[in-house]
């Protein structure tokens, strides 16, 4: 699976949105983007995903380029329970197979 | 409705001991992860079991490592011995579905995950 790199830690304050960027360049036509986070002891928790349009569910959006070589996950109102790590994910699968998490994003949400 | 179960949720053992970790799926997934995170480093995939059988066992480190998914509803990870490098949290997660996205799929759902530490 292509490799996927994300900045270590960013700030947010409550109530604004929260744009987390993830960089994929090696991605193939037929990986999808995912994005997962772990919020402090418990298990990775799905967010999203997408092809190469953007999309929009109950928890976030996902923008992805138009080259599919980068893309960005918003939270659009954060708060402090949005505080936790970030993996953005490039998979061809579906499940939970062989996903590859990396180092991730460490959002920290601050009142 | 239950999410993906993990017993424990602690364990700590000595070295050379044997550790059994048990993940209840979500009911009616057929698909079933195991996945760790040792000490410092990344979440790696374990294995990956359809029903009963091991879809894909390639992230297994050695073979001191059991899983297993007898009938095809819980599963169990065995360490055995264990060694001090095996502590970590190991997370177990269900899907309903798999494979290639177009064809049947489905989120996936993982568990609070179980601490081991070998001392």
């Known amino acids: 699976d292509a490799k996927t790199t994300q900045p270590p830690s960013m700030d947010c304050a409550e109530g604004r949105a929260a744009n987390l960027p993830c960089n994929h360049s090696?991605?193939?036509?037929?990986?999808?983007v995912y994005w997962y986070r772990q919020i402090h002891s418990q298990g990775p928790q799905y967010i999203i995903h997408?092809?190469?349009n953007n999309e929009t569910n109950e928890m976030a959006s996902l923008i992805i380029t138009e080259d599919r070589k980068s893309s960005t996950l918003i939270l659009p109102h954060a708060t402090l329970r949005d505080t936790a790590v970030y993996y953005c994910?490039?998979?061809?699968?579906?499940?939970?197979?062989?996903?590859?998490f990396g180092q991730g994003t460490r959002l920290t949400i601050n009142p | 409705e239950a999410g993906v179960t993990q017993f424990p949720s602690h364990s700590v053992i000595e070295k050379g001991q044997t550790v059994t970790l048990r993940c209840d799926p979500i009911?009616?997934?057929?698909?079933l992860y195991w996945y760790r995170r040792v000490m410092g480093k990344e979440i790696k995939f374990l294995l990956h079991?359809?029903?009963?059988?091991?879809?894909?066992e390639s992230g297994m480190p050695n073979n001191r490592f059991l899983a297993e998914r007898t009938g095809g509803t819980y599963s169990t990870l065995k360490v055995q011995p264990a060694e001090l490098e095996d502590s970590g949290v190991y997370f177990c997660?269900?899907?309903?579905?798999?494979?290639?996205?177009?064809?049947?799929?489905?989120?996936?759902?993982f568990g609070q995950g179980t601490r081991l530490t070998v001392v």
């Open positions: 997660a269900s899907s309903q579905g798999w494979g290639a996205i177009g064809s049947m799929n489905t989120e996936a759902f």
């Open positions: 090696t991605i193939s036509g037929n990986e999808y």
């Open positions: 997408g092809l190469k």
């Open positions: 994910i490039v998979s061809a699968w579906w499940g939970a197979q062989k996903l590859v």
């Open positions: 009911s009616g997934h057929d698909n």
């Open positions: 079991f359809v029903k009963e059988s091991k879809q894909d």
